[in-house]
């Protein structure tokens, strides 16, 4: 046992319980153990809690990475059982009970009574993860913030360019994935390139760009439905947005995108600005768990947990969120959340009763709906019975968003920048450094050596 942290956990007489990962999951746990006589220890490899769904507007240039990113610590300062550790968990023993935390360098061994993993999902590019190199996904900070970087910046290059196909090249964004961050990313540029960047700049007219969203299925946000899907498909038209259904990616550089449909025929486009939005694949920890206790890990890494969302044999291992696969349950934040309050619940609930072999409740979910904007006042929204499209689904979303923000300060500073960017047109965070563009290229050539 080394480090501090380890020492104190070791040292504890309380029931111990740790989380791994403070996304949603992770987050609304420790929230229902605030004030249980146990000791909680938050570990995450980040030191910010991320608000998801609000990152594509980080990237276009609308909110700050503060504003959906609040400090853990910040966040959890007054739950008095609560520590925080950053740290990337790298193995878990499932025998001993015991977890590594790679801090700062150094090797913690963190132990655990109960133990609740919430370490949600990353980007996944079908086997072909050579694509990232040109087009990011948008799963993280770093990962909005060098999009930010390429979409400005390819716009501070259209200005320096003299040759018009290759103006062009600059001008054309590619968005892969029809999903809710695909339209979401695809309405921004859009709304970016005709609205906010308007008398910009002297060479071009921004309002010239093309932005293009390709998915290899035939509807776009299909888990809203045929009609709101045929809303979103229309208002993207209405911006000027070019949809490419049916069109599977093969191959993404330097220069561009191919795709191909169902009857073979290709298609080829030159852009220098491409995004990744398409496929997720669960925390590499989904597949470690599995390994060690031999629960079934889907193609996806999923873990194929017990109905009380508990791992099989391991009564005290819970896995939440994006990990799990469980009755076609979603990768929706809702999910996350419900599941870190039921397995939280579960634990608490045995260490009051002094039973920690009690048995745990079968997890309901409740769906409480879909949303996905497409462009300022213009948003789908699927809650229970209610299927609206337009601008009162635009203010669904915005309340809907506005509740799940953590933190006071948070929210304030988004409705502050939402007017400029909205109401104005203005985009109140524009700023961007070639590190943020280059870091992650220079990053993995360094990890390759
Ligand atoms: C761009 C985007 C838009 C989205 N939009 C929506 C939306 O509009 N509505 C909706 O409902 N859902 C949306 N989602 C999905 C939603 O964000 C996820 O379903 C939700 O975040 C899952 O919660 P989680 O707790 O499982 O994981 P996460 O919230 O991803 O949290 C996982 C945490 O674990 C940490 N972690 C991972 N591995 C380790 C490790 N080895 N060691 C330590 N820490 C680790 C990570 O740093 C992270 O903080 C969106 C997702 C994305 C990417």
């Known amino acids: 046992m080394t480090g501090p942290t380890a020492a104190a956990n070791a040292g504890a007489t309380r029931h111990r319980v740790v989380i791994i990962g403070a996304g949603f999951g992770g987050l609304f746990a420790a929230r229902v153990l605030k004030n249980a006589p146990l000791s909680v220890t938050v570990i995450d490899r980040t030191n910010h ?29 007054k739950y008095r059982n609560t520590e925080v550790l950053i740290g990337d968990v790298t193995t878990i023993d499932l025998e001993r009970r015991t977890l590594n935390v790679v801090n700062l360098g150094e090797d913690l061994e963190v132990e655990y009574d109960s133990l609740i993993v919430a370490a949600g999902a990353g980007q996944s590019y079908f086997g072909h993860s050579d694509f990232s190199r040109w087009a990011p996904g948008m799963k993280s900070i770093d990962d909005a913030l060098e999009i930010r970087g390429r979409i400005f910046g390819a716009f501070e290059m259209a200005e320096r360019e003299t040759d018009p196909a290759k103006r062009r090249e600059w001008l054309t964004f590619v968005i892969v994935g029809g999903g809710p961050t695909g339209v979401e990313m695809a309405g921004q540029i859009a709304e970016l390139s005709h609205r906010s960047l308007h008398r910009n700049f002297r060479h071009f007219d921004p309002a010239t760009a093309r932005v293009v969203l390709v998915d290899a299925g035939d509807a776009l946000i299909p888990a809203f439905g045929k009609r709101l899907s045929g809303k ?26 191919d795709a191909k449909a169902p009857d073979g025929s290709t298609m080829h486009i030159e852009a220098q600005t491409k995004i990744w939005a398409a496929g997720v694949e669960a925390s590499s920890l989904g597949k470690l768990l599995g390994d060690g206790s031999g629960a079934e890990v889907d193609r996806t890494g999923r873990v194929k947990v017990n109905p009380d969302l508990t791992l099989p044999g391991h009564p005290e291992v819970f ?17 996350a959340m419900q599941g870190g309050m039921h397995a939280a619940r579960t634990i608490k609930h045995r260490v009051e009763t002094g039973n920690p072999n009690l048995p745990a409740k079968a997890f309901h ?22 299927k609206v499209a337009g601008f009162v689904g635009w203010l669904l979303w915005m309340f809907v968003h506005l509740t799940f923000l953590t933190g006071f300060k948070n929210r304030v500073a988004t409705v502050f920048n939402w007017f400029i960017a909205f109401v104005g047109r203005g985009r109140p965070q524009r700023t961007i450094t070639r590190q943020q563009v280059l870091a992650r290229s220079v990053l993995q050539q360094q990890d390759r050596q």
């Open 319 to 335: 896995l939440v969120g994006d990990m799990i696969n469980l009755n076609k349950l979603p990768g929706v934040a809702e999910v």
């Open 365 to 386: 979910y409740r769906n409480l709906g879909d949303l996905a904007t497409i462009s300022r006042f213009q948003a789908v929204a699927h809650i229970g019975p209610i």
């Open 49 to 77: 809690h991320l608000f998801q769904p609000l990152l594509y507007q980080v990237a276009t240039g609308i909110l700050s990475e503060g504003d959906v990113a609040p400090p853990i610590r910040d966040v959890l300062r």
């Open 232 to 257: 979103a498909l229309s208002g993207l038209h209405k911006l000027g947005v070019e949809v490419h259904l049916n069109s599977l990616v093969t191959n993404v550089d330097e220069n561009g995108i």
